[in-house]
């Protein structure tokens, strides 16, 4: 579906969203609008175009450019169209001489300081000033540009994806507003007045600045004032394919701009149900990872890890996995095979891959990356509100009164839905931060939590007491709702258990290190203050009492009435782009698609029916099971798709120990990534741009993937799957991922209302969508539960068995940065690099003082699992004994040391507290050395592959 570029598709301003109208006449037509709406919208509406410049309708109407001025009968002057409200009877003309010759005079001053370099410069052609140049008509300049002008000012190249040339700035202010407004950092000003204003940014240039490179200033400039890099240097996009970011949980829309080929920039689309235009760094300029040349688009094969890879075709390639597949079965039973996903694969491909290993293997050992983050939302949400998902669209937060974030960090996470959480909290909701470390949120421009539980972590399950406590003893329960939507009797159980005295913040207050007075007062701002919301994320799920703490959030969600409206709700924010998707594709050992257990015999003979072969109904192996199983010489053979255990799963060395154990690994990525270093089969997969299917992002909402562009290894991820499958003695007959999708529908019934048809009209729909909901369900739960009535739980606190001591004496915790996504396969390979380059730790100045380590310093991080050495940075945000990094660099090995702890329910790993010491050294750790020589000896083996025959 390729669409002409429009830029100016806009209005000029937000629509009201008044439901009364007022009828006014545009140049003689008359118009009925919402009332508040400015004339400007009016005449849109009318059919009128009035010049513009400094309007856009993604922003506040601001009224300094002058050109939209127009005539209003019976009022003095020339008001601007943009920020004059519509009234009753107004008569406006938008088109007389008087107006024209204003408008001119206006351009003239602008074009008199601007470079009249249109013929060379990038944006020729989609230049805003330069359509309004022609569209008041100006034809001469009678100001000369020997006077003062700012045409040699110098531009700011400091930023690796846009630039910023202020010899072409028309003070706008576009890109200051859309910082604030859009973005809500504040990086820009308006420095000056009259003809020395100008735009600044930091203390030199944006690298130096708070900028965070979401690109919103970009795309509001109406010249090449800030511009793409890209746009630069390949020239104005030719047309433009809509299709959805493939890196974090918001799922964001875009339109690929392209010239043939070539996507010349990512432009996140208005009409996106998750960003509404707006994007982060990664979504609108870390693409270039899908043409760097680290790909691999061959597909290669080799008897053992310590072999030379060899390049083969495709149809070699399948039929060496499928003959090794098929010799492992015989050789050792299904049980010793299986299969994982991930969160990065479409709908789709997860869909034929569990598909293949129940149908074809006749195992139920599949697994998917959720495994290590938000299995226990799957869980904990099942068994409370009945439905393994969150409750809200992101848009509910702009009605939620208070929001309580529990170990998540959406401006880095998250960031477009930290942008908008942000703009609802300069509206003036209330902020509850409970994390361990100072997230952004809890104080930047403008915004400032009212309060900060910075709980020790392994903590939660108590500070979920602790506010369960204050809210059934101090009368907080909404006791109707409880009563009509909810089971009584679980509520009385937990309601007893949660009023003990060993359950009130002054007896937890030291375990959690929180003062107790704090903790009520926030329990008792979530109760009382109008709608709450909760939103939560890994630093909820990823703890040996992960579920448990999931359950205790719903809990508290239900006794004060805060599910099943817009505003409140239990919103889990998934970290990957398809974490929702692939739990709903029936990834997990234990279920087929939508979360119907394997056991359940209808909805086997179901499946069975569909597929033509018998299934098991028994839960199969999760990925520890597997791991374990491999050591123990159980496990022979994996099918890896889009996932990096051997980076992104705890204690790596027992990762890789089991991937050695096994004899096929087949590795299915773009990257000979961590895991592949221990592949027989690679076989190359395809970038986000290169195919077709949907994700799913974390509220529940269905986004198309399209192809822009031909696959770089031949075809896409889910054709190399249904090869296998063919191979493998069971053809699996696809036409196009659109094929597979309709079969998903007609198995489950969340997803029976969806087709990729549906998907073209509506743009996206949050499931479920059936006969009853045939554009989706924004918001879950409305009049009743998933499972009927909402149930409580006990959630008794149980401190981890990681503890620390005297030779482990600080508690370490890991997290993410905005510009590098996950394991980093993907952004470590695009300018992103130039904001992380490593990962590092960080260090309390006083632990830091205690061990003589300086800012920089090479540190060895030790736990029981591991030891690895990174760069300390001392920072406040981490309190005295808490140490925190990130995973996105395999050579620092954060996993090295992260334990197997795990949930107890879903074996999530308990990434969130280890026990450490940290120590300065001057070398890097044994790990690291052995690490480094077996990437040498690996990259080796695939270049040698890469050699022609004759040549090696
Ligand atoms: S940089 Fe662009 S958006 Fe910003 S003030 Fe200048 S012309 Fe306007
Ligand atoms: S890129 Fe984003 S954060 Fe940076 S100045 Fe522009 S709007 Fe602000
Ligand atoms: S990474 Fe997330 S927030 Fe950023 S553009 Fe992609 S989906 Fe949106
Ligand atoms: S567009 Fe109205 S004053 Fe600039």
Redesign the pocket.
Known sequence: MKKPINQYTDYGTPASSSTEQVTLEIDGTSISVPAGSSI?HAAVAAGVSVP????TDSLE????????LVEIEGRRGYP????TPVAEGLKVKTQTPKLADIRRGVMELYISDHPLDCLTCATNGDCELQDMAGAVGLREVRYGYDGENHLQSEKDTSNPYFQFDPSKCIVCSRCVRACEEVQGTFALTIQGRGFESKVASGVTDFMDSECVSCGACVQACPTATLIEKSVVQHGVPDYSITTTCAYCGVGCSFDAQMKGEQVVRMIPSKHGGANHGHSCVKGRFAWGYATHKDRITTPMIRKSIHDAWQQVSWDEAIAYAASEISRINQQYGKASIGGITSSRCTNEEVYVTQKLIRAVLGTNNIDTCARVCHSPTGYGLKQTLGESAGTQTFDSVMHSDVIFVIGANPTDGHPVFGSQMKRRLREGAKLIVADPRQIDLVQSPHIRSDYHLKLRPGTNVALISAISHVIVTEGLVKEDFVRERCEWDSFEMWRDFAAKPENSPEALSEELGVPAEDLRAAARLYATGGNAAIYYGLGVTEHSQGSTMVMGIANIAMATGNVGREGVGVNPLRGQNNVQGSCDMGSMPHEFTGYRHVSDDATRALFEAAWGRPLSADPGLRIPNMLDAAIEGKFKALYCIGEDIAQSDPNTQHVTHALESMECVIVQDLFLNETAKFAHVFFPGASFLEKSGTFTNAERRISPVRRVMTPKNGMEDWEITAKLSTALGYPMQYGHASDILDEIAALTPTFRGVSFKKLDELGSVQWPCDDEHPTGTPIMHIDEFVRGKGKFFITQYVPTTEKVNGRYPLLLTTGRILSQYNVGAQTRRTDNVAWHKEDVLEIHPHDAEDRGIQEGDWVGISSRAGETVMRALITERVQPGVVYTTFHHPESGANVITTENSDWATNCPEFKVTAVQVNKVSQISDWQRNFKRFTEQQVNFVEQASKPANVS
């Open positions: 400007m513009k410049l400094c309007a109407p601001f009224g300094s450019c002058r050109l939209c601007a169209s943009c920020t």
